[in-house]
């Protein structure tokens, strides 16, 4: 009943596994989550969501993605669509499309000196939004991650990534 993104399965898969704790979005899961997607670079992003738990968790997302959230009050779509402000400068930032969004994750960020996965991305989208991180396994997070996915079908997987 929810949706795990590789940084998560690591994790879990680990613990269960070998008893070993590499945390989500740590040096060890990070590097593992990089080789693991390297493997499948230059594949198009093709998320099953046949199963009923794929189509309530894409509900949930759509409906995270239109909440308005934080001191700005802002949802994603605010940012991330062309009825919002893609494809625009806003507060020194450049906004993208949800299209193309996911396939280079993890991405070296340039501007942070550091490598992020897709759920850092996200918790420093609420901190720009200054809404309330959620910690990296948040079942929302999952969500969310899943409908970009979604809306990237057929982009090829090209990680890791490098981003300003």
């Not at 596994?17 to 945390?23: D, H, R, S, Y």
């Not at 299209?99 to 942070?112: C, D, E, I, M, Q």
């Amino acid at each position: 009943n929810k949706v795990l993104g590789i940084e998560e399965f690591i994790t879990r898969h680990s613990r269960a596994t070998t008893g070993a704790n590499p945390l989500m979005q740590s040096e060890d899961n990070i590097a593992l989550s990089i080789y693991l997607r390297n493997l499948a670079n230059g594949a198009p992003m093709n998320p099953d969501v046949s199963s009923p738990g794929a189509k309530k968790a894409l509900e949930r997302a759509r409906a995270i993605m239109r909440t308005n959230l934080g001191q700005l009050n802002m949802a994603c779509n605010d940012c991330h669509t062309k009825e919002g402000h893609a494809n625009q400068w806003v507060r020194g930032q450049y906004l993208v499309l949800f299209k193309g969004t996911v396939a280079h994750f993890p991405t070296w960020r340039t501007s942070r000196g550091d490598i992020w996965d897709i759920r850092k991305r996200f918790q420093w989208c609420n901190v720009s939004i200054r809404a309330n991180e959620l910690p990296p396994d948040a079942a929302e997070y999952g969500d969310i991650e899943l409908a970009l996915a979604v809306l990237n079908r057929g982009e090829k997987i090209n990680s890791p990534g490098i981003r300003h």
